[in-house]
Nanobody, 127 residues
């Protein structure tokens, strides 16, 4: 059974930092693309960052230079978020994609197609 469990969300002020974590189990971790997707109230889901199985990372333009996606060898995925802005406020989901021919960029731009999802963790940035 695939499980993705996020943690690390919270409330911060503009300019602050947060680190999201996602514990991944039930799949062959190294074969899967992993990503962070966010959704704000009334808005569509947005791909934030994707790390493909080869370790290549792609980011949404809105977070480039501020967010960093990474993973460790203990099946944990991370999203380091710096210089947070109010528009970064959203529910953040960790997600995994089974091996496919889709590029990481395409996966980022088609976040609804991710195969497995966590329950989400809320990030709120106040001005």
């Amino acid at each position: 059974q695939v499980q993705l469990v996020e943690s690390g969300g919270g409330s911060v002020q503009t300019g602050g930092s947060l680190r999201l974590s996602c514990s991944v189990s039930g799949l062959i971790y190294s074969y899967y693309s992993l990503g962070w997707i966010r959704q704000a109230p009334g808005k569509e889901r947005e791909g934030v960052a994707v790390l493909d199985s080869d370790g290549g990372a792609v980011y949404a333009d809105s977070v480039k230079g501020r967010f960093t996606i990474s993973k460790d060898n203990a099946n944990n995925l991370y999203l380091e978020m710096n210089t947070l802005k109010p528009e970064d406020s959203a529910m953040y989901y960790c997600a995994a994609n089974a091996p496919s021919t889709k590029s990481a960029l395409r996966q980022l731009n088609e976040p609804a197609d991710f195969n497995f999802w966590g329950q989400g963790t809320q990030v709120t940035v106040s001005s």
